[in-house]
């Protein structure tokens, strides 16, 4: 503890002599900054005051193109009535600026009209004032550069499809009478996705729980569903669409079928009727349903069961496909079963204290599978399902549990309640801690990096580097601005990791997103190999993936809010801080791999909102009407 003690007043001690200093450029607009944005492709940052959008080059932090919102959208006085639609509900969630992941476009929302700009040259590809209906949702489509809207005209929905490539409208279609965002509420659409799936010549867009097929290429309506439904999901057949729908305010029952993609009635006599749908698999000819009280295979034409018997799935969470087997979860006990869905274990394995604790980690290691729950850790043989240890690892569940795996020796490193464990494939018995730490706030913590030289551990407030052999090579611990119940770090005690080291599973439960994986039916693998034949849904999430992995990710977020406090990444922390000498609010630049504190900078206000390019690390602040740069220090 003595060790602990001499490295946090030498930190204390580092921070207080840190000297703060102003914008190396300020950029003043004619009225206060309303939002700030960053595109990952072409690194313009965007911001919008009043009615201007500007765009400001990384480089020479100029201002490289401007937008001007009266003049092209008209202002807002000129919002068309509508009769059917709650206006306010409309707009209160939208984003005023949002960045089209793996694009060149923003999408900006200004005097209540919908554009969206090419922050490469400033551009507008689409404005919604040149046309009559009002946007409620709007779709990049990345096959063919096309943009799909929807929105209400008349009192009727509509979609439009604009091509981007040269501004045309290539159809527009009414989808149906348009209804009351706020009666929609009381009939479970909070959860629903107004988002359109693409299969090759049809989209399948949904308003509110109605669901329309469109002839992709001409516009034309060819069905409407018969009942509302809550998921869509296109097969890869191009012949049937699998849909889910639920029932009750509460979404008490959800129910799975399969559309004709031709007629959008049921091929299935009978719906699968469950709480909640857990995992879903395309295989073609068949698809693999995991709900909350089993799963199995059926066959897409008539909805038969192939295997005789579910697999048990009482209270089911997870299910995680490996090497042609499936590790699943049910309540607080996990089971795998093979491709016929026959038991490769003798019984299932007590993974947790009970069915509420979250599963941090589930997964094949070596020829191991390792489990990281609330309550325990431990590592069981993947054929005979035998526990690698005697006793479960047990952990402190009201403790975060952060791991990281280091490839070079193999094994996973794992922190919980104020202590550091290696996972070893070849330990007979579960390890004791190699590390003991004093974290000041550790409920606090959400990320683990690991390092040559060992770990480092951050949170909102604070950062600490361990070595491989439980050394603490320094700590950094800050203040918050604010105090007791005004400080915001304590609203962000439970923000998950994003560690671009750390795999985490949450509990698969109602609410969660459903997603189906595409299996190759020939090699059993998910189809990824071509891209140009991959569903619009499979290229929306590769060009998240691609944008995410360039960018700074973003830890804390409050009540859903645009508020960023803290923003991380591999290599550094960045920490909303108020300074000891002056109390001055601050932003505080660690360098994660040994705790040097590289920049400090003035902040003043206490909800902050901020970018900060992953290329230049110059940071971009907005204050009133002042547009704050702080170029690289270090």
């Given at each position: 503890?003595?060790?602990i003690?001499?490295?946090l007043f030498?930190?204390?001690?580092?921070?207080?002599?840190?000297?703060?200093r102003?914008?190396?450029?300020?950029?003043?607009?004619?009225?206060?900054?309303?939002?700030?944005?960053?595109?990952?492709?072409?690194?313009?940052i965007?911001?919008?005051?009043?009615?201007?959008?500007?765009?400001?080059?990384?480089?020479?932090?100029a201002?490289?193109?401007?937008?001007?919102?009266?003049?092209?959208?008209?202002?807002?006085?000129?919002?068309?009535?509508?009769s059917?639609?709650?206006?306010?509900?409309?707009?209160?969630?939208?984003?005023?600026?949002?960045?089209?992941?793996?694009?060149?476009?923003?999408?900006?929302?200004?005097?209540?009209k919908?554009?969206?700009?090419?922050?490469?040259?400033?551009?507008?590809?689409?404005?919604?004032?040149?046309?009559?209906?009002?946007?409620?949702?709007?779709?990049f489509?990345?096959?063919?550069?096309?943009?799909?809207?929807?929105?209400?005209?008349?009192?009727?929905?509509?979609?439009?499809?604009i091509?981007?490539?040269?501004?045309?409208?290539?159809?527009?279609t009414?989808?149906?009478?348009?209804k009351s965002m706020?009666?929609?509420?009381?009939?479970f659409?909070?959860n629903?996705s107004?988002?359109?799936?693409?299969?090759n010549?049809?989209?399948y867009?949904?308003?509110?729980?109605?669901?329309?097929?469109?002839?992709?290429?001409?516009?034309?309506?060819?069905?409407?569903?018969?009942?509302?439904?809550?998921k869509?999901?296109?097969?890869?057949?191009?012949k049937?669409?699998?849909?889910?729908?639920?029932?009750?305010?509460?979404s008490?029952?959800?129910?799975?079928?399969v559309?004709?993609?031709?007629?959008g009635?049921p091929?299935w006599?009978?719906?699968?009727k469950?709480?909640?749908?857990?995992y879903?698999?395309?295989?073609g000819?068949?698809?693999?349903?995991a709900h909350?009280?089993?799963?199995?295979?059926?066959?897409?034409?008539?909805?038969?069961?192939?295997?005789?018997k579910?697999?048990?799935?009482?209270?089911?969470?997870?299910v995680?496909?490996?090497?042609?087997?499936?590790?699943?979860v049910?309540?607080?006990?996990?089971?795998?079963?093979?491709?016929d869905?026959?038991?490769?274990?003798?019984?299932?394995?007590?993974?947790?204290d009970?069915?509420?604790d979250?599963?941090?980690?589930?997964?094949?290691?070596?020829?191991k599978?390792?489990?990281?729950?609330?309550t325990?850790g431990n590592?069981?043989?993947?054929?005979?399902?035998k526990?690698?240890?005697?006793?479960?690892?047990?952990?402190?569940?009201?403790?975060?549990?952060?791991?990281?795996?280091?490839?070079?020796?193999n094994s996973?490193?794992?922190?919980n309640?104020?202590?550091l464990?290696?996972?070893?494939t070849k330990v007979?018995?579960?390890?004791?801690?190699?590390?003991?730490v004093?974290?000041?706030?550790e409920?606090?913590l959400?990320?683990?990096?690991?390092?040559?030289?060992?770990?480092?551990?951050?949170?909102?407030?604070?950062?600490?580097?361990?070595?491989?052999?439980?050394?603490?090579?320094?700590?950094?611990?800050?203040?918050?601005?604010?105090?007791?119940?005004?400080?915001?770090?304590?609203?962000?005690?439970t923000a998950?990791?994003?560690?671009?080291?750390?795999?985490?599973?949450?509990?698969?439960?109602?609410?969660?997103?459903?997603?189906?994986?595409?299996?190759?039916?020939?090699?059993?693998?998910?189809?990824t190999?071509?891209?140009k034949e991959?569903?619009?849904?499979?290229?929306?999430r590769?060009a998240?993936?691609?944008a995410?992995?360039?960018?700074l990710?973003?830890?804390?977020?409050?009540?859903?809010?645009?508020?960023?406090?803290?923003?991380?990444?591999?290599?550094?922390?960045?920490?909303?801080?108020?300074?000891?000498?002056?109390?001055?609010?601050?932003?505080?630049?660690?360098?994660?791999?040994?705790?040097?504190?590289?920049?400090?900078?003035?902040?003043?206000?206490?909800?902050?909102?901020?970018?900060?390019?992953?290329?230049?690390?110059s940071i971009?602040?907005?204050?009133?009407n002042?547009?704050?740069?702080f170029?690289?220090?270090i």
């Amino acid at each position: 503890m003595k060790k602990i003690t001499m490295v946090l007043f030498l930190s204390l001690v580092s921070y207080a002599g840190f000297s703060q200093r102003v914008a190396d450029e300020v950029l003043k607009m004619n009225s206060k900054i309303e939002d700030l944005t960053q595109n990952t492709i072409t690194g313009i940052i965007v911001v919008k005051e009043g009615n201007i959008v500007k765009g400001i080059s990384p480089e020479t932090k100029a201002v490289v193109w401007s937008f001007d919102a009266d003049k092209s959208v008209g202002d807002v006085t000129a919002l068309e009535t509508l009769s059917k639609v709650d206006t306010d509900n409309l707009f209160a969630s939208k984003r005023i600026l949002k960045p089209i992941d793996g694009t060149p476009y923003v999408e900006a929302l200004v005097n209540y009209k919908t554009v969206l700009i090419n922050t490469a040259d400033g551009k507008v590809v689409y404005n919604s004032a040149n046309y009559k209906y009002t946007v409620y949702n709007s779709q990049f489509l990345y096959q063919e550069n096309e943009y799909l809207v929807k929105g209400v005209e008349d009192g009727k929905v509509i979609a439009s499809l604009i091509d981007l490539n040269t501004g045309d409208v290539k159809w527009k279609t009414v989808q149906g009478e348009a209804k009351s965002m706020f009666s929609s509420m009381f009939s479970f659409k909070t959860n629903s996705s107004n988002e359109a799936e693409v299969s090759n010549d049809i989209i399948y867009s949904l308003y509110f729980g109605k669901l329309s097929a469109i002839d992709r290429h001409n516009g034309n309506l060819k069905w409407v569903g018969e009942i509302e439904y809550t998921k869509v999901f296109p097969t890869q057949n191009n012949k049937n669409v699998v849909v889910i729908n639920s029932k009750g305010m509460m979404s008490s029952k959800q129910y799975l079928n399969v559309l004709d993609s031709e007629t959008g009635k049921p091929i299935w006599e009978d719906a699968i009727k469950t709480k909640y749908i857990v995992y879903l698999e395309d295989w073609g000819t068949k698809l693999l349903v995991a709900h909350n009280s089993g799963f199995n295979f059926y066959n897409l034409n008539d909805g038969s069961k192939v295997w005789k018997k579910d697999a048990r799935g009482d209270g089911l969470k997870k299910v995680i496909p490996l090497d042609g087997d499936y590790l699943y979860v049910a309540e607080n006990e996990m089971m795998l079963i093979d491709k016929d869905g026959q038991k490769k274990w003798k019984s299932f394995i007590e993974i947790s204290d009970n069915k509420e604790d979250a599963i941090n980690y589930l997964g094949k290691v070596d020829d191991k599978v390792l489990y990281l729950t609330a309550t325990y850790g431990n590592m069981v043989d993947y054929q005979s399902g035998k526990k690698l240890w005697r006793g479960n690892l047990k952990f402190n569940e009201s403790r975060p549990l952060l791991n990281v795996y280091d490839e070079e020796n193999n094994s996973f490193l794992v922190y919980n309640d104020e202590k550091l464990f290696k996972f070893d494939t070849k330990v007979t018995d579960k390890p004791d801690a190699f590390a003991k730490v004093n974290i000041k706030k550790e409920k606090e913590l959400n990320s683990i990096e690991l390092f040559p030289w060992g770990v480092a551990l951050s949170g909102p407030t604070e950062v600490m580097g361990v070595s491989k052999d439980g050394k603490v090579l320094y700590q950094r611990i800050y203040t918050q601005p604010g105090d007791g119940g005004r400080a915001w770090g304590s609203a962000l005690a439970t923000a998950g990791s994003i560690g671009l080291g750390v795999s985490s599973f949450g509990n698969a439960v109602m609410g969660s997103e459903w997603t189906m994986t595409t299996i190759d039916p020939a090699t059993g693998k998910e189809s990824t190999a071509v891209v140009k034949e991959k569903g619009e849904a499979q290229l929306r999430r590769a060009a998240n993936q691609a944008a995410g992995a360039a960018v700074l990710g973003d830890v804390s977020k409050r009540l859903g809010q645009r508020y960023q406090a803290m923003k991380q990444n591999r290599d550094f922390s960045y920490i909303f801080a108020k300074d000891e000498a002056t109390s001055k609010k601050v932003l505080v630049k660690v360098k994660k791999e040994d705790g040097v504190e590289l920049d400090k900078i003035i902040f003043e206000n206490m909800r902050p909102i901020y970018e900060i390019d992953p290329a230049t690390q110059s940071i971009y602040y907005i204050y009133e009407n002042e547009l704050r740069i702080f170029n690289k220090k270090i």
